[in-house]
């Protein structure tokens, strides 16, 4: 979403018989990338067609633990792929592998996958996916910048963050960095 977009309420136009995963997707924002919604108050699925006078509000993912994730990483994350792999994470990745193929190996395998297409993350086939941004080093932030943006778990048990300057998304060292941290030692040794 455009950064003045984010956090606030706008009025949107969209297809008639439209559901909300057509509505959060013509936005530019992939299924995959939708946590909790709720429709006038009330959760709601992708399913749900909208009305006209809808209030919408659509939350990030919040994040998940899975064990042992398999991944599966288009042809623009080879690097990302090789990295993964060094770590022992169960990624595939070939260069000359088709959206249909890619889609397919996500269904029949439950992958979560990889990519820097964010049309590709909008197909149904797709369950599990993160659009992977930017590459860009982090910038520390302070908290009470981002503080609004933060799940109230996470800011009850966090007080140090970074920014990436390009697409403003932002950080902590959660469960999921001590994770990394223990893979990298691993691949290291």
Not at 47 to 62: I, T
Request: proline letters at 5%; aromatic letters at 6%; charged letters at 30%.
């Amino acid at each position: 979403m455009p950064k003045g977009w984010r956090q606030t309420a706008f009025a949107y136009d969209c297809a008639r018989a439209a559901t909300l995963k057509n509505a959060i997707e013509a936005l530019g924002v992939p299924h995959t990338e939708a946590g909790a919604v709720t429709v006038n108050g009330a959760p709601a699925t992708l399913q749900r067609a909208l009305r006209e006078g809808d209030a919408v509000e659509v939350f990030p993912c919040e994040e998940q633990s899975v064990p042992d994730p398999d991944f599966l990483a288009d042809a623009h994350l080879g690097g990302l792929a090789r990295f993964l792999r060094m770590m022992g994470f169960d990624t595939l990745h070939e260069n000359g592998m088709v959206d249909a193929e890619i889609r397919r190996l996500a269904r029949e395998e439950q992958r979560i996958v990889l990519t820097r297409d964010r049309e590709l993350l909008k197909c149904a086939d797709i369950s599990r996916g993160a659009y992977v941004e930017c590459n860009r080093p982090l910038e520390p932030v302070e908290k009470s910048a981002v503080a609004e943006r933060l799940a109230q778990r996470v800011s009850e048990l966090h007080d140090s963050f970074t920014r990436c300057p390009a697409c403003d998304r932002v950080y902590w060292r959660g469960s999921h960095y001590e994770r990394m941290r223990e893979a990298l030692g691993r691949a290291l040794d």
